[in-house]
């Protein structure tokens, strides 16, 4: 039998409904394959082998089904999972197992999927490497001395490595797409408010987006189905329907773009990237051309004031939503000697219990909300807001689609960006401006420069996530899937 | 723009409750400041008659209604906590009265 | 400084804060229950216990009870506006942020209008919003049960999330040495409108209502003084004192050439003066910014429209057809608005007494009652059904008032309804003829020659003869009946 753990979502789901396999066996493989591989990647902070091979068996049984069913799934750690921890990478939460699910993790369950565990990322969401793990960092599969990318290092890395075939991540300023763009995978952003955020650990609130990362289209397509949707219990979450990106992306899959126009963000295509990524990027669209797509060069002059708007807004955003860990009700407590204020135990737990790059953040956003400096800082940020919003509005009445570049780089070393925090910033830089406008957007892998791999970002408007799901599919049919080298 | 001090700093850390060392103060005092001085750039932009943007959804009136939904049991509430006695959470003695 | 000297030379102005807890079956924020008296910690949920990952999401009825409360005091009501987060630490506050609003409050610019004396005051009220409750904490090891000198603190957060309508009045000036009467008034109107409404208890004594009282004082002609802040101010008499006690203390300050610190000043019960509490020399700076996990309000006008039609009777007009009902004068209402007694009584004439004979109890003992022990009249331990059963016993004879008054006490202290009272303690007019006969002819026979008095036509020697009868019944008996008795007994018509 070919190795499960290089089938994809969408064939495994096949074979385990045809009976071909069962569910515990493809559950098997995947564990057994993480515990070969993972000591080197460090995908994984949990592995719950108990329950995923309950959960495997509860579909060989004929008790759940759907179209994933039994098919292993791992989750990024900054989302709630009843009775497992979840520690969103930080030691203030060490060992936390939430009395509650988040809704996307119920209809993970109610769909069949079989949860491997819960993956490495950046503390709290912050970041773009996950070197601000407080558990250590994840090393890339396909150089195990390079960063995987962030927040979202872990669930990239775990698609990467064969580890899991799919991985729930979320996405604030580029968490899914910039880890697929440098692990060679997958990762996709829906609209925001199209996947609930009822149980995700929030970091920026306006902006934070739960989304699918896997090896090809289809089948983050198919995982983007399952856990889109309006949910009540998040008031931001949209109502209407979820467009049908599985069906986009099968058409996509065909190959043929004729009239579809893809602007390239002219702002994005200077000396910002490495040469490397900007060749990859360039082959790429000639592909998309060759499949029958128009390239049409568009300008968003306020592009280039997303990342000081953002490093502003999510800041902002955090400061509050990271008050509540205070080692009152849950999480760690510090100092408590019997003689020490409740406000000195705080500020100990606190300080001791979050990383360099959260207290940054947080005392960053403390300032800009400040009476005093709150219209020049984040006031001033949420105008410039508006501005990027109606630069996407006006690009996407010339053209369906906008492109760039995912990142800048390729997978950076360790320890490369660290001892200046916004050139770590930088990463993000063409893929905030969506999050801030809260449209849609996708990774595809599209190249290699220099051996290592190179992400196309495709960007559509609000709602139409099912378009960029084409594009992405029909880019995948002309440049094929990119295998790293065997762990 | 204007730099941002170490007393601002210090003073901001007690804000947010965190009781950084003297080395966290240094460090953070000129690390924020290249970054303030980065995100400034957001004043650049002429936008006074531009609205803010605070939501993305175009939504308003969302609402439940007034009816009750299942809640957690007082054990599965105190899971988490670091310390409780009788059903309550336990804290150390507080300092300030209440705003 | 006597007050009359102090009002003599000061112009005081006032302002008032208060806080209604709604009464809606569930949160602000989310589904759990909002029952007083839960065992701690059984009625709370991820979004009240903010716990991570947790999104509120709003509550229709908190936010229809809000535009209802600032239709009735004559707000504008906001086509548009967002809840804004308030940021600062406390334990009994969850997510260590309010969910409030700042500069987009759901209702602006109304007034409430307030009688005095025959004299109409119009309050201002500048905003209407809406917020949520936090939890509640016990200080544990100090002497008091207050935080000082507590060495810790056990917190429950079954009220963590009831909804909350803050409104607060624009500024009072100009009304002079009636300051602390206004201001109770005020209280009283805001109260009797909002329970009108039935959106919430509206009871100070049990925190559904919360007053935080402000006042300055500065000389005239020239600009308003500094203001404090009164906090624990727990019931209508205790407005007026607050108000009063600042305005005295403010004057011996300025009057001694000192200044006047803007600070939060809490009420004491006992002394009825003020304690300092916090200086609030340097404001709290909240880095409010707007609540992004909450969609912004826009009422629908149609739906506002329809709110404000049906709006109840205003208390005011309401109690100008009930003074026509009862038959009183303009100032007998006013006191019994002023005693809080309108409802009750009126609640006392649906449970089948007359007028005059349910304010007979209300604005009588049961006042009376209230005053000497410094409570809200609807807290004085009886009910309107019950005062009702009692006057129904006097009107049918079985009690006299003096026995009423005594099975009112039972009835207060918590000992049952009337009836019960009035057998367990064997308080009743004493009917049985045959008893009754007993006594007169007992009284007769010890007093032989008021007897023989009343024989001769001295009827109205046989008042000595019912007092003796009275006597040996305990006053159990209709003193009207007993006199017939003795007079036909002696063969006297």
């Given at each position: 039998?070919t190795?499960?753990t290089?089938?994809s979502?969408?064939e495994?789901?096949?074979r385990i409904k045809?009976?071909?396999?069962?569910?515990?066996?493809?559950?098997?493989?995947?564990?057994?394959r993480?515990?070969?591989?993972?000591?080197?990647v460090?995908?994984?902070?949990?592995?719950?082998?108990?329950?995923?091979?309950?959960?495997?068996?509860?579909?060989?049984?004929?008790e759940?089904?759907g179209p994933l069913?039994?098919?292993?799934?791992?989750?990024?750690?900054?989302?709630?999972?009843?009775?497992?921890?979840?520690?969103a990478?930080?030691?203030?939460?060490?060992?936390?197992r939430?009395?509650?699910?988040?809704t996307?993790v119920?209809?993970?369950?109610?769909?069949g999927?079989?949860?491997?565990?819960?993956?490495n990322?950046?503390?709290?969401?912050?970041?773009?490497s996950?070197e601000?793990?407080?558990?250590?960092p994840?090393?890339?599969?396909w150089?195990?001395?390079?960063?995987?990318?962030g927040?979202?290092?872990g669930?990239?890395?775990a698609i990467?490595?064969?580890?899991?075939?799919l991985?729930?991540?979320?996405?604030?300023?580029?968490?899914?797409?910039q880890?697929?763009?440098?692990?060679?995978t997958?990762?996709?952003k829906?609209?925001?408010?199209?996947t609930?955020?009822?149980?995700l650990?929030a970091?920026?609130?306006s902006?934070?987006?739960?989304?699918p990362?896997?090896?090809?289209?289809?089948?983050?397509?198919?995982?983007?189905?399952?856990?889109?949707?309006?949910?009540?219990?998040?008031?931001?979450?949209?109502?209407?329907?979820?467009?049908?990106v599985?069906g986009?992306?099968?058409?996509g899959?065909?190959?043929?773009?004729?009239?579809v126009?893809l602007?390239?963000?002219?702002?994005?295509?200077g000396?910002g990237?490495?040469?490397?990524?900007?060749?990859?990027f360039r082959?790429?669209?000639?592909?998309?051309?060759?499949?029958?797509?128009?390239?049409?060069?568009?300008?968003?002059?306020?592009?280039?004031?997303a990342?000081?708007?953002?490093?502003?807004?999510?800041?902002s955003?955090?400061?509050?939503?990271?008050a509540r860990?205070?080692?009152v009700?849950?999480?760690l407590?510090?100092?408590?000697?019997?003689?020490?204020?409740?406000e000195?135990?705080?500020?100990?737990?606190?300080?001791?219990g979050?990383g360099?790059e959260v207290k940054?953040?947080?005392?960053?956003?403390?300032y800009?909300l400040s009476?005093?400096?709150?219209?020049?800082?984040?006031?001033?940020?949420?105008?410039?807001?508006?501005?990027?919003?109606?630069?996407?509005?006006t690009?996407?009445?010339?053209?369906?689609v906008l492109?760039?570049?995912?990142?800048?780089?390729?997978?950076f070393?360790?320890?490369?960006r660290?001892?200046?925090?916004?050139q770590?910033?930088?990463?993000?830089?063409?893929t905030?401006?969506?999050?801030?406008?809260?449209g849609?957007a996708?990774?595809?892998?599209c190249?290699?420069?220099?051996?290592l791999?190179?992400g196309?970002q495709?960007?559509a408007?609000t709602?139409?996530?099912?378009r960029?799901?084409?594009?992405?599919?029909?880019?995948?049919?002309?440049?094929?899937?990119?295998?790293?080298?065997?762990? | 723009m204007?730099a941002?001090?170490?007393?601002?700093?210090?003073?901001?850390?007690?804000l947010?409750?965190?009781?950084?060392?003297e080395?966290?103060?240094?460090q953070?005092?000129?690390q924020?400041?290249v970054?303030?001085?980065?995100?400034?750039?957001?004043?650049?932009?002429?936008?006074d008659?531009?609205?803010?943007t605070?939501?993305?959804v175009p939504?308003?009136n969302v609402?439940?209604?007034d009816?009750?939904?299942?809640?957690?049991?007082q054990e599965?509430?105190?899971?988490g906590?670091?310390?409780?006695?009788?059903?309550?959470?336990?804290?150390?003695?507080?300092?300030?009265?209440?705003v | 400084?006597?007050?009359e000297?102090?009002l003599?030379k000061?112009?005081?102005v006032?302002g008032?804060?208060?806080?209604?807890?709604?009464?809606?079956?569930?949160?602000m924020f989310?589904?759990?229950?909002?029952?007083?008296?839960?065992?701690?910690?059984t009625q709370?949920?991820?979004?009240?216990?903010?716990?991570?990952?947790?999104l509120?999401?709003?509550?229709?009825?908190?936010?229809e009870?809000t535009?209802r409360?600032?239709?009735?005091?004559?707000?504008d009501?906001?086509?548009?506006c967002r809840m804004a987060r308030?940021?600062?630490?406390?334990?009994?506050?969850?997510?260590?942020?309010?969910?409030?609003?700042y500069?987009?409050p759901l209702c602006?610019?109304?007034?409430?209008?307030v009688e005095?004396?025959?004299?109409?005051?119009?309050i201002g009220?500048?905003?209407?919003h809406?917020?949520?409750?936090?939890?509640k904490?016990l200080?544990?090891?100090?002497?008091?049960?207050?935080?000082h000198?507590?060495?810790e603190?056990?917190?429950?957060y079954?009220r963590a999330?009831?909804?909350?309508?803050?409104?607060v009045?624009?500024?009072v000036?100009?009304?002079?040495?009636?300051a602390?009467?206004?201001?109770r008034?005020?209280v009283?109107?805001?109260?009797?409108?909002?329970?009108?409404?039935?959106?919430?208890?509206?009871?100070?004594?049990?925190?559904?209502l919360?007053?935080?009282?402000?006042?300055?004082?500065?000389?005239?002609?020239e600009?308003?003084?500094?203001r404090?802040?009164t906090?624990?101010?727990?019931?209508?008499?205790?407005?007026?004192?607050?108000?009063?006690?600042?305005?005295?203390r403010?004057?011996a300050i300025?009057?001694?050439g000192?200044?006047?610190?803007?600070?939060?000043?809490?009420?004491q019960e006992?002394?009825?003066?003020?304690r300092s509490?916090?200086?609030?020399?340097t404001?709290?700076?909240?880095?409010?910014?707007?609540?992004?996990?909450?969609?912004?309000?826009?009422p629908?006008?149609?739906?506002?429209?329809?709110?404000?039609?049906?709006?109840p009777?205003?208390?005011?007009s309401?109690?100008?057809?009930?003074?026509?009902?009862?038959?009183?004068?303009?100032?007998?209402m006013?006191s019994v608005?002023?005693?809080?007694?309108?409802?009750l009584?009126?609640?006392t004439?649906?449970?089948g007494?007359?007028?005059?004979g349910a304010?007979k109890w209300?604005?009588?003992?049961?006042?009376?009652?209230?005053n000497e022990?410094?409570?809200?009249?609807?807290?004085?331990?009886?009910?309107p059904?019950?005062?009702?059963?009692?006057?129904?016993?006097?009107?049918?004879?079985?009690?006299?008032?003096?026995?009423a008054r005594?099975?009112?006490e039972?009835?207060?202290?918590?000992?049952?309804d009337?009836?019960?009272v009035?057998?367990a303690?064997?308080?009743?007019?004493?009917?049985d003829?045959?008893?009754?006969a007993a006594?007169?002819?007992e009284?007769?026979?010890?007093?032989p020659?008021?007897?023989?008095?009343?024989?001769d036509?001295?009827?109205?020697?046989?008042?000595a003869?019912?007092?003796?009868?009275?006597?040996t019944?305990r006053?159990?008996?209709?003193?009207?009946t007993?006199?017939?008795?003795?007079?036909?007994?002696?063969g006297?018509?």
């Amino acid at each position: 039998m070919t190795d499960l753990t290089r089938m994809s979502a969408t064939e495994l789901a096949g074979r385990i409904k045809s009976g071909e396999v069962s569910a515990v066996e493809v559950a098997q493989a995947h564990l057994d394959r993480i515990e070969a591989v993972d000591p080197r990647v460090h995908a994984f902070l949990h592995v719950d082998r108990e329950g995923a091979l309950a959960a495997a068996a509860r579909v060989d049984s004929g008790e759940v089904s759907g179209p994933l069913a039994g098919v292993p799934v791992a989750v990024k750690d900054v989302i709630a999972t009843k009775g497992i921890p979840t520690t969103a990478a930080s030691k203030i939460l060490e060992g936390w197992r939430p009395p509650y699910s988040a809704t996307i993790v119920e209809r993970l369950q109610r769909a069949g999927t079989v949860m491997l565990g819960k993956t490495n990322m950046d503390e709290f969401a912050m970041g773009s490497s996950t070197e601000y793990s407080a558990y250590g960092p994840t090393n890339n599969p396909w150089d195990l001395g390079r960063i995987p990318g962030g927040s979202g290092g872990g669930s990239a890395a775990a698609i990467a490595a064969y580890e899991a075939p799919l991985a729930i991540g979320t996405d604030t300023g580029g968490s899914i797409r910039q880890p697929g763009a440098v692990t060679g995978t997958v990762g996709a952003k829906p609209t925001y408010g199209g996947t609930s955020r009822y149980g995700l650990i929030a970091f920026s609130s306006s902006l934070d987006t739960p989304g699918p990362c896997a090896r090809t289209v289809e089948d983050a397509a198919l995982l983007h189905s399952v856990i889109a949707g309006h949910d009540p219990r998040d008031s931001t979450s949209i109502p209407q329907p979820v467009p049908d990106v599985v069906g986009a992306a099968r058409l996509g899959a065909t190959g043929d773009l004729t009239g579809v126009k893809l602007g390239v963000v002219k702002e994005f295509v200077g000396d910002g990237s490495e040469p490397g990524v900007m060749a990859a990027f360039r082959d790429s669209l000639e592909a998309l051309v060759k499949l029958g797509a128009e390239v049409v060069e568009v300008s968003c002059a306020h592009f280039q004031y997303a990342l000081p708007a953002y490093y502003l807004i999510a800041p902002s955003e955090c400061s509050s939503n990271l008050a509540r860990f205070d080692g009152v009700r849950y999480g760690l407590r510090v100092g408590d000697d019997g003689n020490r204020s409740l406000e000195e135990v705080m500020s100990l737990t606190r300080d001791a219990g979050f990383g360099p790059e959260v207290k940054r953040r947080i005392i960053l956003g403390t300032y800009a909300l400040s009476s005093g400096y709150y219209d020049a800082y984040y006031g001033q940020a949420q105008k410039v807001r508006t501005l990027i919003t109606r630069d996407f509005q006006t690009a996407f009445e010339q053209v369906d689609v906008l492109v760039s570049p995912t990142t800048p780089f390729v997978a950076f070393p360790f320890g490369s960006r660290t001892s200046d925090p916004y050139q770590m910033y930088l990463a993000d830089l063409f893929t905030i401006p969506t999050n801030l406008y809260g449209g849609p957007a996708i990774s595809v892998p599209c190249g290699l420069s220099e051996g290592l791999p190179v992400g196309f970002q495709i960007m559509a408007p609000t709602m139409a996530d099912d378009r960029m799901y084409r594009v992405a599919a029909a880019l995948e049919s002309a440049v094929g899937t990119f295998t790293p080298p065997a762990l | 723009m204007a730099a941002i001090s170490r007393e601002e700093v210090a003073h901001l850390a007690r804000l947010s409750r965190l009781a950084v060392t003297e080395q966290e103060l240094d460090q953070f005092a000129s690390q924020l400041d290249v970054i303030l001085q980065s995100v400034a750039r957001v004043g650049e932009v002429a936008a006074d008659d531009i609205p803010p943007t605070s939501h993305s959804v175009p939504l308003t009136n969302v609402y439940r209604d007034d009816v009750p939904l299942p809640c957690l049991t007082q054990e599965e509430a105190l899971s988490g906590a670091p310390d409780a006695f009788e059903g309550r959470f336990r804290v150390p003695r507080i300092l300030d009265e209440e705003v | 400084m006597t007050y009359e000297d102090v009002l003599a030379k000061y112009e005081p102005v006032i302002g008032l804060e208060t806080h209604v807890e709604l009464g809606t079956r569930t949160k602000m924020f989310c589904g759990c229950k909002t029952d007083f008296g839960a065992e701690p910690n059984t009625q709370v949920c991820p979004v009240c216990l903010a716990l991570p990952g947790s999104l509120p999401v709003a509550n229709r009825a908190g936010i229809e009870a809000t535009i209802r409360i600032g239709l009735a005091l004559n707000c504008d009501i906001a086509s548009w506006c967002r809840m804004a987060r308030k940021n600062y630490f406390y334990p009994d506050m969850p997510k260590n942020y309010q969910i409030s609003q700042y500069d987009e409050p759901l209702c602006t610019d109304g007034y409430v209008d307030v009688e005095l004396d025959g004299k109409q005051y119009r309050i201002g009220i500048e905003r209407v919003h809406l917020e949520e409750d936090t939890g509640k904490s016990l200080h544990v090891g100090g002497a008091t049960g207050r935080i000082h000198g507590a060495t810790e603190s056990l917190v429950d957060y079954n009220r963590a999330g009831i909804p909350l309508v803050e409104i607060v009045t624009k500024p009072v000036p100009g009304v002079g040495a009636l300051a602390p009467e206004v201001a109770r008034a005020y209280v009283t109107e805001l109260r009797d409108i909002i329970r009108s409404l039935g959106v919430s208890d509206v009871r100070m004594e049990q925190g559904s209502l919360r007053c935080d009282v402000n006042t300055s004082l500065n000389l005239p002609g020239e600009e308003w003084g500094t203001r404090t802040e009164t906090k624990n101010v727990n019931s209508l008499r205790s407005v007026e004192r607050a108000v009063r006690s600042e305005i005295i203390r403010q004057a011996a300050i300025l009057d001694d050439g000192g200044r006047i610190m803007q600070e939060t000043r809490h009420f004491q019960e006992d002394t009825g003066a003020t304690r300092s509490g916090r200086s609030k020399e340097t404001a709290t700076d909240y880095r409010y910014f707007p609540e992004p996990d909450l969609v912004p309000i826009a009422p629908d006008p149609a739906w506002v429209q329809e709110l404000k039609a049906s709006l109840p009777e205003r208390p005011s007009s309401k109690r100008a057809h009930l003074r026509e009902e009862w038959g009183i004068s303009a100032l007998d209402m006013q006191s019994v608005a002023n005693a809080g007694a309108v409802e009750l009584i009126e609640e006392t004439i649906a449970a089948g007494a007359s007028p005059a004979g349910a304010r007979k109890w209300w604005m009588g003992e049961l006042a009376r009652r209230a005053n000497e022990q410094g409570i809200e009249l609807a807290a004085v331990g009886a009910t309107p059904a019950q005062v009702a059963a009692l006057q129904k016993l006097v009107e049918d004879g079985k009690l006299n008032d003096k026995l009423a008054r005594a099975v009112l006490e039972g009835v207060v202290s918590g000992e049952g309804d009337p009836a019960q009272v009035m057998s367990a303690r064997g308080l009743g007019i004493v009917s049985d003829t045959g008893a009754l006969a007993a006594a007169v002819d007992e009284a007769i026979a010890a007093n032989p020659d008021i007897a023989a008095k009343i024989r001769d036509g001295k009827v109205a020697a046989a008042g000595a003869l019912v007092g003796a009868v009275m006597k040996t019944t305990r006053g159990q008996a209709d003193a009207k009946t007993v006199r017939d008795l003795i007079l036909s007994t002696l063969g006297v018509s």
